[in-house]
């Protein structure tokens, strides 16, 4: 039975968003019997401490997550104050002290709890009922720990099943087999800063619902979920939230959230709409440039991650993040180890340039081995067959890395084909998804990332123009070198596109052309059809759902 009871508590079985599942019965309210002695098997008594500041609920005075933020910051400092005096005291002769008076200095069980997660300290005691000689809020103050005392007692009748069946904390609890566990009084010890939230997580379990609607007492009252192991409030107060309008600061603050590793997947959703709204925001990483140069490193993973970046090219992505690391972390050391465990990984390698790939080699930022690794794979990738690459990039999706998700780049990543003899020649191939080309219409236009031929940069332009007669809408390719001056270039070359049925490769245009800086020669109806027969659902040009282009271009000597 007790191994039934437990998976209760199982995150593989729990419902992430209960609101919306079809076959979930709608659980039993309890509401009636909270705080009833008929109803009840147990007394729970809750000892509320002074806050090292102020005693009021977090909560109160918080008109805003900025206040609650600071509020929560400035506890988790009283608390690791507090925690070192307690170790300082700890080292004197412990034998001064009675043991039932080290355990009400907010000593914590390290098998039972999470320090490193745990914001305030709590206590659970199971003892006898007073005897009736001590006072109801004694605080045991007979020897100087200088620990916050014990400002008021509430004492509630509860239900050992109907919190045991929510929470995997009481649970424990009740269940430990000891004959402790057999007495009616359970004592709980908490900061005055955490009442509210206990008061409110208490009644949730047994009604299911909140009183509360303002984000910073829902999270408030998130994090005594999380600290006595309720998911289902968890994922209540989530939804909650989700629903609540969000900023900016808001999503920072949800994903800086402190929880366990074992509930952490009870705030996954709203984690989930945190990371996508700073996404969303920030999606054109350098309209925002100064905004995004002070977010923190959460902040950033969030929207490096995101497939809809809007950037120039990976490489702008490279860069952006260089910038951040060395303005954010001045230490060497501490940059290299940024990189490689958190913001390395947003970095979509296979898709820069081979240029910039091999500054990645050079690049003193990063650990020489994780780069050199994170640029073999680069290559390998480049250089499989494209169905090897979709297949790689499909099975990436359904996991936590992207590395081989391409992202709608303003300049499209092109593979080139080098020669040197007999001829300086290269042949460059482009692909454009139908969408891609759809968002041509009606003037719009397409880069592709430049490509070097005898040391000179060139570039694809894809557009949607009026034809010469300016009839009808068309498609477009160019020609472009990108260095702008006196240098001229002679260049023969020839635009091809794969055409159905056959699939293969056929010549659509011929030309030759001696460039100065900052040109670019074409045809402005490669397929001499109209849009409407380009992009039509029957069009020849569309395999799969993507049009493959390719160009050759030789040096003229």
Known sequence: MKDQNLDLFDPRTAIMDT????????????????NDSNFSDRVLKIEILGDLIDGGSESNGCNSLADWARNRKRRREDFRKENDMYHSFAALDITECPEEQIISCNQIDSEDADIENQDESVVAMIEEPNSGDEAANSDDSTWNCDSPRVVKVKTLHISSPILAAKSPFFYKLFSNGMRESEQRQVTLRINASEEAALMELLNFMYSNTLTTNTAPAL????????????ASCMRYC???????PMTPESALLYLELPSSVLMAYAVQSLIDAAKQFLAARYKDITKFQEEVMKLPLAGIEAILSSDDL?????????????????AHYPLIEERREILSSRLGRCIRFPFMSCRKLRKV???NDFEHEFASKLVLE????KAEAPHRQRTQAAEESVSTSRRFVERAYKYRPVKVVEFELPRQQCVVYLDLKRDECANLFPSGRVYSQAFHLGGQGFFLSAHCNMDQQSSFHCFGLFLGMQEKGSVTFAVDYEFAARTKPAEEYVSKYKGNYTFTGG?????RNLFAIPWTSFMADDSLYFINGVLHLRAELTIRH
């Open 19 to 34: 609101e919306y599942s079809p076959t979930r019965t709608r659980e039993p309210d309890f509401a009636f019997a909270f």
């Open 519 to 523: 040109k670019a020669v074409g045809y």
């Open 310 to 326: 809007q950037v120039a090219s990976e490489d702008a992505v490279y860069d952006f993040v260089l910038k951040w690391t060395r």
């Open 378 to 381: 680069a290559l390998f990738f």
């Open 238 to 244: 989530s939804r909650l939230l989700r629903n609540l």
């Open 361 to 363: 080699l050079t690049c």
């Open 219 to 230: 999270l408030d009252v998130l994090m005594a979920a999380d600290k006595f192991e309720v």
